[in-house]
């Protein structure tokens, strides 16, 4: 064969959830004849190498053990992967190539590697395993993964939370696996807060045979990037259903530093899951990422609005993101807005509305204009590099 007939197949499979997540791999096995699953058991890292198997449903067919680099048992797991995977392309008969992720690895820094090898590797789809019932638990976990185990890095600070809300959010088809024997079963409230937190990926049954089909069908890693990107992220929408509200919180004027700041705390803990984009009246040029789960917030800049560029750095901009820009521009202000959203059970709607429109410019310290605003107390400077 020759061409994307020659190409095996690739279909990455991850979850926290590790009983749900083999459980799918193993159907995906049993139901898709000539499929293979690749999984590095990161486990065993302690040992200082990651130990990798691969089984089809027969069960194993070979194992091995990969060096860790710099003591980093992730980057052995990248060392490792795509030569396997090519080798189980050159082999000439595989149908399709499952990559089992180990609990906390993320699935979008992989989709990037199998992506970027090239023929004859085609990554055709994505998906992370989910039990309804553990989302709550999971987003509300603080603790650091390194404090239970699931580090994949001696510099891993990731905690639960947010591993688990990125491994949520990143791809296009959700995995809906069933409960283990000591997780009580999924409710109504579990399923409308997984449904709101992934609105633009596929829901599907684990046992309902068409998993590995759906993991066929393709997957483009620039529009998943896109997906989650502060600048233009596919966020949750107004709704409240089964208990479970999200929150759509727009506006056009900026937040005061210090306001914002003091209001931190409960505003963080407001949500189960908050996401979006801000800025502040004394950054003006900067936007802002909002990502908060476990209690734990994180601000990051994610680079200039499109408003602060020279027109003729628009070329350099993706497309998407210049899309996503239209569809909100302001007269003065251009792109620059707030776009939070908060999911949880037994949301404070009006609280939180109270509180956000607390935080922005009163009438008066808007009017005074832009030179004033960068005079304010920089009060993020412990958060984001100083303002110079």
């Known amino acids: 064969m020759s061409g994307d007939q020659a190409r095996l197949p690739v279909a990455i499979v991850a979850g926290l959830h590790t009983d749900a997540r083999q459980a799918a791999v193993e159907q995906i096995l049993r139901r898709v004849p000539g499929s293979v699953a690749l999984h590095h058991d990161l486990t065993s ?3 200082s190498a990651v130990h ?3 089984r089809d449903a027969g069960g194993l067919l070979s194992s091995g053990d990969a060096p860790l680099v710099n003591d980093c048992a992730c980057c052995a797991l990248r060392e490792d992967l795509v030569p396997e995977l090519l080798r189980l392309a050159q082999e000439g008969k595989y149908r399709l190539a499952v990559v089992e992720l180990w609990d906390s690895v993320e699935p979008q820094a992989m989709a990037r590697v199998i992506a970027a090898s090239g023929a004859p590797l085609a990554l055709t789809g994505v998906t992370t395993v989910i039990d309804p019932a553990l989302v709550l638990p999971y987003l509300s976990n603080g603790d650091d993964l390194a404090d239970v ?20 959010e990143y791809p296009t088809v959700i995995a809906v696996g069933e409960h283990g024997e000591d997780v009580e079963a999924a409710d109504d409230t579990d399923h409308a807060l997984l449904a709101q937190l992934t609105p633009g990926a596929r829901k599907v049954r684990v046992d309902s045979g068409a998993l590995g089909a759906v993991l066929l069908a393709g997957f483009d890693v620039a529009a998943a990037a896109t997906r989650v990107h502060p600048a233009c992220a596919l966020l949750p929408q107004e709704c409240d259903e089964h208990g479970v509200s999200t929150l759509v919180w727009r506006r056009e004027r900026p937040f005061h530093p210090q306001r ?5 705390e409960d505003l963080t803990c407001a949500g189960a899951r908050s996401r979006g984009r801000f800025w502040l009246a004394d950054r003006p040029d900067t936007l802002l990422s909002w990502d908060a789960a476990g209690g734990a917030l994180c601000v ?3 680079g200039p609005w499109l408003a602060a560029l020279p027109d003729a750095a628009w070329e350099m901009v993706p497309a998407e993101r210049r899309l996503a820009a239209s569809l909100d521009w302001h007269p003065e202000h251009g792109d620059r807005c707030q776009y ?12 939180l509305l109270t509180l956000l429109d607390s935080c922005l410019l ?8 832009s030179d004033r605003w960068k005079q304010l107390p920089h ?4 958060l984001l590099d100083p303002v110079t």
Do not use: N
Not at 149 to 156: C, K, N, R, Y
Not at 379 to 382: I, L, N, R
């Open 362 to 369: 009163t009438d008066d310290e808007y009017a005074a204009g």
């Open 45 to 47: 890292a302690v040992d």
């Open 149 to 168: 185990g699931l580090a994949a890095a001696p510099t891993d600070q990731r905690t639960v939370a947010d591993t688990f809300a990125r491994q949520l």
């Open 300 to 302: 990051e800049s994610a």
């Open 340 to 351: 939070l959203t908060f999911t949880s059970p037994d949301l404070d709607r009006d609280g």
């Open 52 to 54: 990798r198997t691969v």
């Open 379 to 382: 009060a993020f400077d412990g």
């Open 260 to 264: 914002l700041y003091a209001a931190l």
